[in-house]
Nanobody
Framework: QVQLVESGGGLVQAGGSLILSCAAS????????MGWFRQAPGKEREFVSS????????????DYADSVKGRFAISRDDAKNTVTLQMNALKPEDTAVYYC????????????????WGQGTQVTVSS
């Protein structure tokens, strides 16, 4: 069982930065691929970024959606059970609720691959 708690969302002007953090409970954090997704009103939850487990098939692989590549950076600290999303050069279209997920399955770009989710944190980017 893994419990995830996101923090760090808020209101920021376009071009600004935010850091989202996800704290996980449980002793097997390092076994999970950790991912960030977002969901805007009326839209499906979409993949943002993932960081694979170095202990599993993914070998610590990092992946980004094209829409955030070059602007966002994901990191994880298995000793602290945390995963972080550094978001720079934010755009109004980045506005959404951001969710942290933990997955033991393949294909980390699919929301259905995730076993556990946090409650989400709102990010609002004003123009």
């Amino acid at each position: 069982q893994v419990q995830l708690v996101e923090s760090g969302g808020g209101l920021v002007q376009a071009g600004g930065s935010l850091i989202l953090s996800c704290a996980a409970s449980g002793r097997t954090f390092s076994s999970y691929t950790m991912g960030w997704f977002r969901q805007a009103p009326g839209k499906e939850r979409e993949f943002v970024s993932s960081f694979g487990s170095s202990a599993r098939w993914s070998g610590g692989r990092i992946d980004y959606a094209d829409s955030v590549k070059g602007r966002f950076a994901i990191s994880r600290d298995d000793a602290k059970n945390t995963v972080t999303l550094q978001m720079n050069a934010l755009k109004p279209e980045d506005t959404a609720v951001y969710y942290c997920g933990a997955s033991l399955l393949s294909d980390p770009r699919r929301a259905t691959s995730y076993n556990y989710w946090g409650q989400g944190t709102q990010v609002t980017v004003s123009s």
